[in-house]
């Protein structure tokens, strides 16, 4: 899977695996395609959309330098609609397709099949035989994350990313953090704006409280 943007010639130059949602987005951007540069041109005014959009659909707006992981998705745990297309598209790219009813089903690139199979006819897509387990190699991790959030019961995480470690790390960092700014807020003496008026309401009934005494005594 390649995912890449360069400027050519003042234009914008996206290479991408097809996904009919990028395609859509393509049409609504003018993107034109180029046959001789296999690329697809937008204008460069709209680096920041086309670059969100590619980390949406495909986990990153360039894949040589992203971080990579491995995936293993239980199709049986997918519901139907993603399973009985002629196209699998999942994790950023295209899984398995049948292009036709009476053809095998052939695997995406870096996809293999650990358990179960496909029939070699089917008139419902891809339509893999229980228990089919597919391993997914090179998977930008951004699109690991969106898919395990997506379908954690499908979706297993291999290697050294544990995804769900490393959301657990990053709040825990962020707690902390939370509670260091508080100790140096208090022992700086730099309070925020609520705690300053807080303590010149205060201040004003303790004020208040002793001019009623005072009264009362003279």
């Excluded at 990153?60 to 997918?78: H, I």
């Excluded at 196209?87 to 052939?106: M, S, T």
């Excluded at 496909?118 to 893999?128: C, I, T």
């Excluded at 962020?174 to 730099?190: M, T, V």
């Amino acid at each position: 899977m390649m995912v890449k943007v360069e400027t050519r010639n003042g234009m914008l130059a996206v290479t991408c695996p097809y996904s009919q949602a990028f395609l859509s987005f393509a049409k609504m951007r003018n993107g034109k395609w180029s046959d001789s540069l296999q690329q697809r041109l937008f204008d460069p005014r709209d680096e920041f959309a086309v670059r969100s959009t590619l980390v949406d659909i495909y986990g990153t707006d360039d894949y040589e330098s992203c971080a990579k992981t491995a995936v293993r998705v239980d199709l049986d745990k997918l519901s139907n609609d993603l399973v009985y297309v002629e196209h699998l598209f999942l994790l950023g790219r295209e899984l398995a397709q049948r292009k036709f009813p009476d053809r095998y089903v052939d695997l995406g690139t870096d996809v293999v099949a650990i358990s179960g199979g496909f029939p070699h006819k089917s008139r419902r897509g891809v339509d893999p035989l229980e228990g089919t387990v597919l391993e997914v190699r090179g998977v930008p991790i951004m699109a690991a994350e969106k898919a395990l959030q997506d379908y954690p019961a499908a979706i297993t995480v291999l290697g050294e990313y544990d995804i769900t470690a490393l959301q657990e790390e990053r709040d825990y960092h962020a707690k902390r953090l939370a509670e260091l700014d508080g100790l140096i807020a208090r022992y700086s003496g730099i309070f925020r704006e609520d705690d300053i008026i807080a303590d010149l309401q205060d201040d004003d009934d303790e004020a208040s409280a002793n001019s009623s005494e005072q009264a009362v005594e003279g």
